[in-house]
């Protein structure tokens, strides 16, 4: 039922997902500067390095997330739930794995860097599901109504 060949099958970088993704990137991308100089602001040019830093880490986690649900998204559903769990998983040891080498460094403000990860990845989320919301409610999309 959800098998596509590959003539039916939309190119990597389409469908809700990447625009999910691509519009959770852009939200960071506005948001940033904001948080860049609230940490500048707060912890001098070390929460502005870190806070850059952080905002780099997130819009890499959001396009490794698209592409994951893209991919699983073109194969089945299962897929794309599998996707969607393995790119948490993978971003999770991506923050890791990028932030652990760096935590002791001189530049390293760790309140910044939680901050800025912190907010903008809530923000970004945040935003981009009441543009779904709204686009679900102003298209036509509607639940039917229950009979009472």
Request: proline share 5%; no cysteine.
């Amino acid at each position: 039922m959800f098998n596509l060949t590959e003539s039916q099958s939309p190119p990597i970088g389409d469908g809700p997902e990447a625009s999910l993704a691509k519009g959770m990137a852009i939200a960071t991308v506005v948001l940033g500067p904001i948080l860049v100089a609230l940490s500048y602001y707060l912890w001098g040019n070390n929460g502005l390095y870190s806070s850059l830093y952080a905002l780099l880490l997130v819009i890499i986690n959001f396009i490794v997330a698209a592409k994951a649900l893209v991919w699983g998204g073109r194969i089945s559903p299962v897929a794309l739930m599998g996707a969607a769990m393995g790119s948490f998983f993978f971003d999770l040891a991506l923050l890791t794995v990028a932030v652990i080498p760096v935590a002791t460094a001189s530049w390293m403000s760790l309140k910044a860097l939680g901050m800025t990860l912190i907010v903008a990845h809530v923000a970004a989320v945040s935003w981009e599901a009441r543009r779904v919301t709204a686009y679900m409610a102003y298209s036509g999309i509607r639940p039917k109504a229950g009979k009472e």
